[in-house]
């Protein structure tokens, strides 16, 4: 049995990020909530409870729930290939976009902040 680990060690945020996000149909509509989020407004960054309500308000709690054990629990010789079907399954072609933000909470609750 291989032990998991965190995401940010397992498997590269952004090449996560860009490869699921690069799926057709994937609509990107809030720019300005992800930038705050991704702390892209003057240097602003939003707390860790700040990012989960806005995440579970914006995919219900079923889904964050299931997106953030999932990529919390990464496998070191995980297939890539399966955890991004499994990402694009949990949130669907519609909120894929929110998933830097999920990669940037459990970023940011592995570090304590």
Do not use: W, Y
Request: glycine residues 8%.
């Amino acid at each position: 049995m291989q032990a998991a680990t965190p995401c940010t060690q397992a498997v590269a945020p952004c090449t996560l990020t860009a490869a699921v996000l690069s799926t057709p149909g994937v609509e990107h509509e809030d720019d300005e909530m992800r930038a705050e989020a991704d702390g892209q407004n003057e240097g602003d960054s939003m707390s860790t409870g700040s990012m989960r309500r806005l995440l579970t308000q914006q995919l219900g709690a079923e889904a964050f729930s299931a997106a953030h054990a999932r990529l919390r629990n990464v496998a070191e010789e995980e297939d890539d290939d399966s955890l991004v079907r499994d990402i694009q399954q949990i949130l669907g072609p519609g909120k894929l976009d929110m998933l830097p933000i999920i990669l940037k909470l459990i970023f940011q609750e592995e570090q304590g902040e």
